[in-house]
Structure formats: structure tokens, C-alpha cells
């Protein structure tokens, strides 16, 4: 245990290389569920029957 406190470089790697997994997982799980979600809501759509969301009509909008 002290040689990892004698060198520096391996207690850079010890304490940043969790912390880069973790950000890294943290990302791939957003986009996991992103992707989930976009895709589920594509599907109950399409068992209602809908396709996909009209575009807004063109013209002035509402002020409020």
C-alpha cells in the first residue's frame, strides 16, 4: 500500500480512472434510456393507431 502512495502517477490513475468510468457510465445509462423512452413512445403511438405529430401550422403566434 505505501508504493502506491510513493509514486504519483499511480495515485493520479487511482483516483481519476473510477471517476472517468463512472462519468462513462453515467453517459452510456442517459443514452440507454433516451433511446428507451423515444422508442416507446414511437410504439404506443403506433398501436393507437397515430403516426407521427403534425408539424405546427404555419402563422402568427399567440402572444402571451
Sequence with gaps: MRALFDDPALLLVGMVLPVLVA????VV?????RLGVRHG??????????GPTP???PGPRAEG
Excluded at 462519468?23 to 453515467?26: C, F, L
Excluded at 445509462?29 to 434510456?33: G, M
Design 23 to 26: 462519468v462513462v457510465g453515467v
Design 41 to 50: 413512445a414511437a410504439d404506443a403511438d403506433r398501436s393507437l393507431g397515430g
Design 29 to 33: 445509462l442517459y443514452w440507454v434510456v
Design 55 to 57: 408539424p405546427a401550422a
